[in-house]
């Protein structure tokens, strides 16, 4: 599975998007606000825990402008997974 799959699924599963079809999630498409899918604070806070979980990624060790960043579109938080440290655990 690809590792934009791979993102799409766990975010459509962990975030319960259930009236999202996957197709819809695309690279331009914007995460937050009324243009886009329209997460909120508290999936963002989800979306750490999804981030930390599923690709033990921890953004608390992160500059916030870079995760400010990967959390703008759905590309930009797949490019943010490929490239981001692993933690150990």
Same mark, same amino acid.
Not at 70 to 82: H, K, M, N
């Given at each position: ?13 962990? *975030? ?5 079809? %996957?197709? @819809?999630? @695309? %690279?331009?498409?914007?995460? &937050?606000? %009324? ?14 825990? !999804? *981030?930390?979980?599923? &690709?033990? !990624?921890? !953004? ?5 402008? +870079? +995760? ?5 579109? &759905?590309?930009?938080?797949?490019? &943010?997974?490929?490239?981001? %440290?692993?933690?150990?655990?």
């Amino acid at each position: 599975m690809e590792l934009q799959d791979e993102v799409r699924a766990s975010l459509l599963r962990g *975030l319960k998007l259930e009236d999202l079809r %996957p197709e @819809q999630l @695309q %690279p331009e498409t914007r995460l &937050f606000g %009324p243009q886009g899918v329209g997460l909120d604070s508290i999936d963002a806070l989800e979306l750490v825990t !999804i *981030l930390k979980r599923d &690709f033990k !990624i921890d !953004i608390q060790q992160l500059d916030r402008k +870079v +995760v400010e960043k990967a959390f703008q579109t &759905f590309g930009s938080l797949v490019e &943010f997974v490929r490239g981001a %440290p692993k933690t150990r655990a």
